[in-house]
């Protein structure tokens, strides 16, 4: 079965701190992996976008690693900023149709 | 450059009613797809359609659900009878090519009650 699951399922840091989430997923043969961010009552924003031959995306002050054989992909945030609080999902593909997501990791960051 | 657009944004209906709920692609997108995520859990995909056709529907209940996509006209995820169970989420996504190297696009979700 192709599941995904991220931890930890919350973190709150202080401001200022660099940050790793983790994301595991049981079937190696991925198509490509996306780092999604969801506001409370909002919709999903995409983050970072990896394709399944490539190890690692970077966009600002965040970057997104990708190891296919171990399954597992981090995203990594630098000097966390309270605007930075909201759920992270990660998101694999092992076709042309079907995002299959984790739970999520939900982040706070206080001042 | 309108993104993907989702309407009603919230619905209240009562057991047994009908939910319509409507999802206009970003312009130029001919694949959507549709994802449920019920009260703290992640995304599941329900069913992807291009126009006119159903592609994947591996994710939708036996029962009561329905999704179609015309060939003019927003994507309809239609739920008949619904039940509190329904109360969820409906997040609608859409994107140019399948798999293709773009993303999928999502819209801001549909808010489902059911009293």
């Known amino acids: 079965k192709q599941e995904v699951t991220q931890i930890p399922a919350a973190l709150s840091v202080p401001e200022g701190e660099n940050l790793v989430l983790n994301c595991s997923f049981t079937d190696s043969a991925i198509y490509n992996l996306q780092w999604f961010r969801q506001d409370p009552g909002k919709g999903l924003t995409s983050l970072l976008l990896i394709q399944s031959s490539q190890r690692e995306q970077t966009s600002g002050r965040l970057n997104a690693s990708l190891d296919k054989s171990s399954g597992r992909s981090t995203l990594y945030i630098a000097a966390s900023q309270p605007g930075d609080s909201a759920t992270y999902l990660c998101?694999?593909?092992?076709?042309?149709?079907?995002?299959?997501f984790g739970t999520g990791t939900r982040l706070q960051v206080f001042p | 450059n309108a993104g993907v657009m989702q309407n009603p944004r919230h619905l209240v209906r009562r057991r047994g009613q009908e939910a319509r709920l409507r999802c206009s692609p970003v312009?130029?997108?001919?694949?959507v797809y549709w994802y449920r995520q019920l009260p703290e859990e992640g995304l599941k995909f329900m069913v992807y359609l291009q126009k006119e056709n159903i592609i994947d529907e591996s994710g939708m209940p036996k029962e009561r659900f329905s999704a179609e996509f015309p060939k003019e006209g927003p994507s309809i995820l239609r739920i008949q009878q619904v039940v509190r169970g329904d109360s969820a989420a409906y997040f609608c996504?859409?994107?140019?090519?399948?798999?293709?190297?773009?993303?999928?696009?999502f819209g801001p979700g549909t808010r489902l009650t059911v009293l």
């Open positions: 312009k130029g997108h001919s694949h």
């Open positions: 996504a859409s994107s140019p090519l399948a798999g293709g190297p773009g993303t999928q696009y």
């Open positions: 998101a694999v593909s092992y076709n042309t149709d079907k995002l299959i």
